[in-house]
């Protein structure tokens, strides 16, 4: 069974860090790109941050870009998402994600793609405070 397990929200104040967990079990992510989404209450679920297979190439949401960074263990099948300079908007339930890429290299546009992605995790729920 294919999982995706985040770990690492929480309520912290403006200004704050946090760094974002994601174990993945159930096959080898090795060759898939790796990412996050989130969603804020009543607002469509948005990219965030994504890292290919490699780690090598690393794409932001222009919002998180320069507070942000996206990292992966591929020994660890663990992806993780550092953020600092917390900012109230930056407040969702942040899901991990992983697309197949098969060690392939895309841009920006279909790593920002929601359908692109074919495991999801449940959630983690990070809340900033002014």
């Known amino acids: 069974q294919v999982q995706l397990v985040e770990s690492g929200g929480g309520l912290v104040q403006a200004g704050d860090s946090l760094r974002l967990s994601c174990q993945a079990s159930?096959?080898?992510?090795?060759?898939?790109?790796m990412g996050w989404f989130r969603q804020a209450p009543g607002k469509e679920r948005e990219f965030v941050a994504v890292?290919?297979?490699?780690?090598?190439?690393?794409y932001y949401a222009d919002s998180v870009k320069g507070r942000f960074t996206i990292s992966r263990d591929n020994a660890q099948n663990t992806v993780y998402l550092q953020m600092n300079s917390l900012k109230p908007e930056d407040t969702a339930v942040y899901f991990c994600?992983?697309?197949?890429?098969?060690?392939?290299?895309?841009?920006?546009?279909?790593?920002?793609?929601?359908?692109?992605?074919?495991?999801w995790g449940q959630g983690t729920q990070v809340t900033v405070s002014s």
């Open positions: 890292v290919s297979w490699s780690g090598r190439t690393t």
């Open positions: 994600v992983s697309a197949r890429t098969n060690r392939q290299y895309y841009g920006y546009t279909w790593y920002s793609g929601a359908g692109n992605y074919d495991y």
């Open positions: 159930g096959r080898t992510f090795s060759s898939d790109a």
